[in-house]
């Protein structure tokens, strides 16, 4: 069993910075692939990038490739998103999941565990 805790949204203008966080319990987060999702209002849940678990391989979608940097931290169970060169269309909730494996995934219907979203608000 793993949980999910996201921390770090909040509102933050055009061309900014924010950090989110994923804290995970259980002793087996290592062998778990990470990876960041988010959903804006009236739109389906989207895939925003992932992790393997070793922490040396990752994917990002491509509307944010460039901006966004994935990264685990397996001493702290914690999983970062760093997301730089905000937009107003980053504008979601975004929710940390996780998947018992080796690889990366991108489809949300793969990953095990999932947490509660944290709120991203991105001004023009």
């Known amino acids: 069993q793993v949980q999910l805790v996201e921390s770090g949204g909040g509102l933050v203008q055009a061309g900014g910075s924010l950090r989110l966080s994923c804290a995970a319990s259980g002793r087996t987060f290592s062998r778990y692939a990470m990876g960041w999702f988010r959903q804006a209002p009236g739109k389906e849940r989207e895939f925003v990038a992932a992790?393997?678990?070793?922490?040396?391989?990752?994917y990002y979608a491509d509307s944010v490739k460039g901006r966004f940097t994935i990264s685990r931290d397996k001493a702290k169970n914690t999983v970062y998103l760093q997301m730089n060169s905000l937009k107003p269309e980053d504008t979601a909730v975004y929710y940390c999941a996780a998947k018992y494996g080796s690889s990366w995934y991108i489809k949300s219907r793969e990953y095990d565990y999932w947490g509660q979203g944290t709120q991203v608000t991105v001004s023009s």
């Open positions: 992790i393997n678990w070793s922490g040396g391989s990752t």
